[in-house]
């Protein structure tokens, strides 16, 4: 006799076939947002419905797509952890989010955070991943010595200036500065941009 699944398992089960089938037809970018939900059914041969009964709408689409491609890069962002310390962490982030291919994604991920601003609730799952490169860097700078107070306050702020960098490029690409990276890590260990002295 088979096993009976029951009705959230089934639901389970069709939401993540979707999922796999969205991620297949789009790699790595999102689908625009100015694309209905309609065309991305006929993308992937499914019908909006099914769309909009497993994720809601668009955004929910963009926001599943979203945390199921970061989830995949943070499995080789964790091997980079693993192998390396801070700085090399910090430098393994800043390229694996600036290559060009990326530049969709960051769009979509822009303008999901924007969206989630407004309703947190209706985008639980993809609020609650978001802290999860701070907490891995969080945890090198523990390794490092950092007590965990300071560990977790250094991450937040590398990974903030990590977003705010690549917000600039998003909204004026080609502005961010080459050594951003250098910048940042210049933070981390308290020191200041150097400058040069007003002339007496």
Do not use: C
Request: aromatic share 6%; proline share 4%.
């Amino acid at each position: 006799m088979g096993v009976i699944l029951s009705t959230s398992e089934r639901k389970g089960s069709a939401r993540e076939r979707l999922l796999a089938r969205l991620l297949d037809a789009f790699g790595e970018a999102l689908p625009p947002p100015e694309m209905s939900l309609r065309e991305i059914a006929a993308r992937i041969e499914t019908s909006h419905a099914l769309l909009r009964y497993h994720f809601g709408s668009l955004s929910g689409v963009l926001a599943a797509m979203l945390k199921a491609q970061r989830s995949r890069d943070n499995e080789a962002l964790l091997e980079a952890a693993q192998q390396g310390t801070f700085d090399d962490f910090v430098v393994a982030i800043w390229r694996t989010y600036t290559r060009p291919e990326q530049l969709s994604r960051a769009r979509g991920f822009f303008y999901v955070v924007g969206l989630a601003a407004y309703g947190p609730e209706d985008f639980r799952e993809f609020v609650e991943s978001i802290g999860d490169l701070t907490v891995m860097l969080s945890s090198l700078a523990e390794r490092e010595g950092l007590d965990t107070k300071e560990a977790r306050d250094v991450a937040t702020v590398a990974i903030a200036a990590i977003r705010g960098l690549l917000l600039q490029e998003v909204l004026t690409p080609g502005t961010r500065s080459e050594d951003a990276v250098t910048l940042i890590l210049r933070m981390r260990e308290g020191r200041s941009v150097p400058r040069s002295r007003p002339e007496r």
